[in-house]
């Protein structure tokens, strides 16, 4: 069944014209039932039927947010989360300044305290036993700082903060369907703890069940990218002998990047980046992958920590996936999260954008009916895409470009570049505050992006041709600068950058 289009939908996609209309067909289509009044549970068939405002599917990093700061606007919220037990993932542990400041702006900065969380104060980075240090910024006279937690703790704060806000319900349950009803979405279909199949009628969907959403595909046709994985250990003990306490390790490992980073006073998670086929972990061949190709290569400070937990076991590896967020227009339910838009974890990128989309998100939403009125919904939804450009933008290509750099086997000139990025952090001043602020997610400047990506290419071409710029460095160089194209061009274009200044959207948007 296709959705009729209406004017504001027209013009969102004359301003993106990446922007999918999709028809729903595959959505389960329910004849509208009984309606009682909103905040009253009423029967439809053999499903109960429970009315809201806004039902989010998945209680994670952002729909527990998401569902504090609507149910702050004065919304009846109901959140359906599978599971409401603390969460054991190896996602989301470390958030950059850029996110802590958007948690802050959200009103809920207390969701980092009485969870051992640390304070981190930047980056480290290793490469042939050399070593630096790349603080984060200073910010109105404050060094800026970073939050890492177990990411479980965290997540039963946010939703303990939903859960305490008036009209805001969390229920254990799992989402089977999405519902539609003429041409809209009008709720969904779960199963609770006890099994029994109920019904959520709302005024809007938001779809937040993460990267490996299963109702992306009703709504979208995005699809994300397993780039490689992230295999986790934790190490304790280590963190007082950390080479550079309360920073974020990053060791330019051969052939993939390894990621270290203390989560709480007492323990240190280490993420190797595995790319390809993953070793057995059941049989002991990623035990031996970890001690005989990782171990040597890691500071000699940690190489113990790491070496004891490898040892004592408890390995674990998450998917990495990438897909960038895509304009799209269906009437009544909305993506938000991984759902919408991921991108490589080396960067701790994921909930600085999160929070700064809900953040985007919430802004735009000042009354019921731009819940309700789904024209003025798709004209919030043009102009969320239009203002969440710049930071996660700046977030998405940092980190797939960084990736590339320090991933890329295939290309000889990759190697150059990747010394050449880790000498041009050595030159200090801007080198350094403006690749840091980029990461920190305090500069959403993409343009900012592109000139210091362009010049670490342009200080490895400079390194291979003087002194004497022999045939063979001048192809290396051309090389170089053609790899480096090759990787930064698709990342703009899939961000769709030509559509960054939108000024018309204003226009649009103005209700
Ligand atoms: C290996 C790895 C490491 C990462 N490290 C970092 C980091 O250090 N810093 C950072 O900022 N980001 C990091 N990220 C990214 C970050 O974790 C995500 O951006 C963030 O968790 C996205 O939040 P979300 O709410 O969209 O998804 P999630 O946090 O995954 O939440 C989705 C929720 O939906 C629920 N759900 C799913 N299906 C259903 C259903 N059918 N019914 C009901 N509920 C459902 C799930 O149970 C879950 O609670 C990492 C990602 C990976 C893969």
């Not at 009703?218 to 190490?235: E, T």
């Not at 674990?316 to 339910?333: E, I, L």
């Not at 990747?418 to 305090?442: E, N, Q, T």
């Not at 041709?465 to 045939?471: A, I, K, R, S, Y």
Request: glycine residues 8%; charged residues 20%.
């Amino acid at each position: 069944m296709s959705i009729p289009e209406s004017r504001a939908a027209v013009v969102a996609r004359h301003i993106f014209p990446n922007v999918s209309r999709l028809s729903v067909p595959a959505i389960a289509s329910e004849e509208p039932t009984s309606t009682s009044a909103s905040g009253s549970a009423g029967s439809s068939g053999s499903a109960e039927m429970i009315h809201s405002d806004v039902v989010i599917v998945g209680g994670g990093v952002v729909g527990a947010t998401l569902a504090y700061v609507l149910g702050k606007k004065g919304f009846k919220v109901i959140v359906v989360e599978r599971d409401l037990s603390e969460p054991d993932r190896l996602i989301g542990e470390l958030l950059q300044p850029g996110g802590v400041n958007a948690l802050t702006q959200l009103g809920l900065a207390e969701t980092m305290e009485g969870i051992d969380a640390c304070k981190i104060q930047g980056y480290s980075v290793f490469m042939d036993n050399q070593r630096l240090q790349l603080k984060y910024p200073i910010v109105k006279g404050k060094p800026a700082i970073g939050r890492a937690f177990h990411h479980g703790r965290f997540v039963q704060n946010l939703r303990s903060s939903a859960r305490g806000t008036t009209g805001v319900s969390l229920i254990a349950g799992t989402v089977t369907r999405l519902v539609e009803e003429g041409s809209r979405i009008t709720g969904l279909l779960f199963r609770d703890a006890d099994g029994k199949q109920k019904r959520i009628k709302s005024a809007v969907t938001i779809v937040c069940d993460g990267s490996g959403s299963v109702f992306r595909s009703k709504i979208s046709d995005a699809q994300p990218v397993v780039r490689s994985h992230f295999v986790g250990i934790l190490m304790e003990g280590a963190n007082e002998h950390l080479p550079f306490p309360w920073h974020g390790h990053v060791i330019l490992a051969k052939p993939t990047p390894v990621l270290a980073y203390p989560i709480s006073s007492t323990e240190c998670r280490v993420l190797v980046d595995i790319n390809g086929k993953l070793p057995s972990i059941s049989n002991g061949d990623m035990t031996a992958y970890l001690l005989t190709e990782i171990a040597p290569q890691l500071p000699t400070e940690i190489k113990p920590y790491f070496v004891s937990a490898v040892q004592k076991g408890r390995i674990r590896s998450m998917p990495n996936k990438t897909m960038s967020g895509k304009p799209y227009v269906v009437s009544g339910a909305i993506l938000l999260g991984d759902a919408f838009n991921c991108r490589h974890p080396l960067t701790g990128g994921g909930m600085t954008v999160a929070f700064n989309d809900v953040l985007t998100f919430a802004n735009l939403i000042r009354s019921r009916k731009d819940l309700t009125d789904l024209k003025r919904l798709e004209k919030i939804m043009s102009a969320f895409y239009s203002k969440r450009k710049p930071y996660a933008s700046t977030i998405n290509i940092l980190a797939n470009a960084l990736y590339s750099v320090f991933s890329a086997q295939d290309d000889p000139s990759l190697p150059i570049m990747r010394k050449a990025c880790f000498d041009y952090f050595k030159l200090g001043g801007i080198a350094v505050s403006g690749p840091i602020g980029l990461l920190s997610g305090l500069k959403p400047y993409p343009s900012m992006l592109i000139f210091h990506f362009f010049s670490v290419a342009l200080y490895g071409v400079a390194r291979l041709l003087f002194p004497f710029p022999t045939p063979a460095r001048v192809f290396m160089a051309f090389r170089l600068l053609r790899a480096a194209t090759l990787i930064v061009k698709p990342l703009i274009a899939s961000e769709s950058l030509q559509c960054w200044d939108a000024p018309s959207l204003t226009n649009v948007c103005s209700r």
